[in-house]
C-alpha cells in the first residue's frame, strides 16, 4: 500500500501534467468546457430535491437539518466515486499509446484519473459548506474539517479499486460495462436518498449487510462530519473494517 505513496510522489510531476491534460480534455470541444463537469452534478442534485423532497415528502432521520442539507453532505462523496472509478478502470486503454510505445510507468494512470476527478470533487465540498452556511448559518464540522479524513478515505478506496479494475478491463471489454451497471445498483444500495433510519422493521442482518458497503461508512462519515462534527475515530469498528478492506484489496 505504501508503494503507491511512494511512487506517487516520485513521479508527482508528471501526474500533475498529466492530470491538467485529462481534465481539460473531458470537455475539449464543449462550448461551455469543464463548466458542464459542475453542472451535471448540481442538476442531478436538483432533480433529486425536487422528487424525493417536494414530490414524495422524504425525511430523513431527525438531524436538525434541512433536507437539501442532508442530501448533499451525503451525495457529494458518491459523485466523486461513481465519476473516479469508470475513469481509472478505462486508463490503460485511454492512454494506450503511453502503454505501448514508450518506457512508461503505467501504475500512475490510475492516480492521474483519480485526480483529476478530485478537483470537481473539492468544489462540491467547498459547495456544500456554501449550502449550509447559507441555509442555516453553519456546519457542525466548524473549523476542522473532518471531512477531509473521509477525502482521504475515499480517495484511498477508489485507488485501489481502480488498480484492479483497469488490470481486467484490456482483456475483457465488457468490464467497463458491468462496473457501471454495478454503480448504477450501487448507488440505491448505499444510503445517500434513504436512510435505515427510517425504514421501519428493518431486520438486524439486513442492516449489518447494508453497512458491509465501504462506501456506506464513507457516506455516513460525510454527513456525521458536516452535521455532528464527528471524526473518523469516533468510529472505530467502521474506520477498522473500511482500512482493512482497501489494505487486503492491495
Excluded at 93 to 99: D, H, I, K, R
Excluded at 108 to 128: D, G, R, Y
Aim: include cysteine; glycine fraction near 4%.
Amino acid at each position: 500500500f505504501m508503494n503507491v505513496f511512494k511512487e506517487l510522489y516520485q513521479n508527482r510531476k508528471l501526474i500533475w501534467k498529466l492530470q491538467k491534460i485529462d481534465f481539460r480534455n473531458k470537455f475539449a470541444g464543449a462550448y461551455f468546457g469543464i463548466i458542464w463537469a459542475f453542472i451535471q452534478p448540481m442538476v442531478t442534485v436538483a432533480v433529486y430535491f425536487v422528487v424525493f423532497q417536494l414530490g414524495l415528502r422524504v425525511q430523513p432521520a431527525a438531524t436538525g437539518y434541512p433536507y437539501i442539507c442532508w442530501l448533499v453532505s451525503g451525495i457529494i462523496p458518491w459523485f466523486f466515486f461513481s465519476d473516479a472509478l469508470p475513469s481509472a478502470s478505462n486508463c490503460l486503454l485511454e492512454y494506450s499509446y503511453l502503454v505501448k510505445k514508450v518506457v512508461f510507468k503505467i501504475s500512475v494512470l490510475p492516480i492521474v484519473k483519480v485526480i483529476s476527478s478530485l478537483f470537481v470533487h473539492l468544489f462540491f465540498i467547498v459547495f456544500a459548506y456554501f449550502v449550509f452556511l447559507s441555509l442555516i448559518g453553519k456546519t457542525s464540522a466548524g473549523s476542522d474539517y473532518p471531512d477531509r479524513d473521509y477525502t482521504f478515505a475515499v480517495i484511498c478506496l477508489v485507488v485501489v479499486l481502480s488498480y484492479l479494475t483497469c488490470s481486467i478491463t484490456p482483456f475483457f471489454r465488457d468490464f467497463g460495462q458491468i462496473i457501471n451497471v454495478i454503480l448504477n445498483v450501487g448507488m440505491w444500495a448505499t444510503p445517500i436518498l434513504w436512510d435505515t433510519t427510517t425504514i421501519p422493521n428493518i431486520p438486524n442482518w439486513l442492516n449489518s449487510l447494508l453497512k458491509l458497503n465501504p462506501l456506506y461508512y464513507i457516506v455516513q462519515g460525510y454527513r456525521d462530519s458536516f452535521m455532528n462534527g464527528l471524526w473518523f475515530f469516533e468510529h472505530p469498528w467502521h474506520t477498522l473494517y473500511s482500512g482493512l478492506l482497501c489494505l487486503w484489496q492491495d
